[in-house]
T-cell receptor
Framework: DGGITQSPKYLFRKEGQNVTLSCEQN?????MYWYRQDPGQGLRLIYY???????QKGDIAEGYSVSREKKESFPLTVTSAQKNPTAFYLC??????????FGQGTRLTVV | AQKVTQAQTEISVVEKEDVTLDCVYETRDTTYYLFWYKQPPSGELVFLIRRNSFDEQNEISGRYSWNFQKSTSSFNFTITASQVVDSAVYFC??????????????FGKGTLLTVNP
């Protein structure tokens, strides 16, 4: 089935650890996005990528890193520099300027 | 400055009432796209509509309708005869150029709609 797969669905991280959230799509979309969702804050853009080996910082990129080595994959690393990483993370992909399709999200909790 | 403003944080209506969700956007581009998404309690975002900046025709899809007005930079969403299943968070979003061939997709903070029986 075509779509976007985010894994894991739930992730627990100890303070000071880096963790990587997976996002894979088989829709042949060029653009991919990572958003963070906190209660009352809507979706805030972390990073986005239009093509392989290129990506741009969004509005809240500090403490995060990404890579885009393959068209299908856009993993997000939450580093220890991110002071408040507990949130719901959503990955999306789209054909440029078309509607974005979203994964089911990863809920990250710092313990 | 916020690119997409959804001033209504929460709206509560009784079933069968009509309800309008407001969206105001800000962009310097002449070519851009606007979207509405629905996020039910399950968390996954569901695409509802896309509108490009050159098409100001209003659109109706069943009980849903959208009013796009460039003069006021607004893209409002109306649900007619609301139903309990319409309860969700609704997001308005803007896609605009961020330089070169890059396009940035920015969301508003969302409006939580609760439809009571």
């Amino acid at each position: 089935d075509g779509g976007i797969t985010q894994s894991p669905k739930y992730l627990f991280r100890k303070e000071g650890q880096n963790v990587t959230l997976s996002c894979e799509q088989n829709l042949n979309h060029d653009a991919m996005y990572w958003y963070r969702q906190d209660p009352g804050q809507g979706l805030r853009l972390i990073y986005y990528s239009q093509i392989v080996n290129d990506f741009q910082k969004g509005d809240i990129a500090e403490g995060y890193s990404v890579s885009r080595e393959k068209k299908e994959s856009f993993p997000l690393t939450v580093t220890s520099a991110q002071k408040n990483p507990t949130a719901f993370y959503l990955c999306a992909s789209s054909i440029t300027l078309a509607e974005a399709f979203f994964g089911q999200g990863t809920r990250l909790t710092v313990v | 400055a916020q690119k997409v403003t959804q001033a209504q944080t929460e709206i509560s209506v009784v079933e069968k009432e009509d309800v309008t969700l407001d969206c105001v956007y800000e962009t310097r581009d002449t070519t851009y796209y606007l979207f509405w998404y629905k996020q039910p309690p399950s968390g996954e975002l569901v695409f509802l509509i896309r509108r490009n900046s050159f098409d100001e025709q209003n659109e109706i899809s069943g009980r849903y309708s959208w009013n796009f007005q460039k003069s006021t930079s607004s893209f409002n969403f109306t649900i007619t005869a609301s139903q309990v299943v319409d309860s969700a968070v609704y997001f308005c979003a803007l896609s605009e150029s961020s330089g070169g061939s890059n396009y940035k997709l920015t969301f508003g903070k969302g409006t939580l709609l609760t439809v009571n029986p």
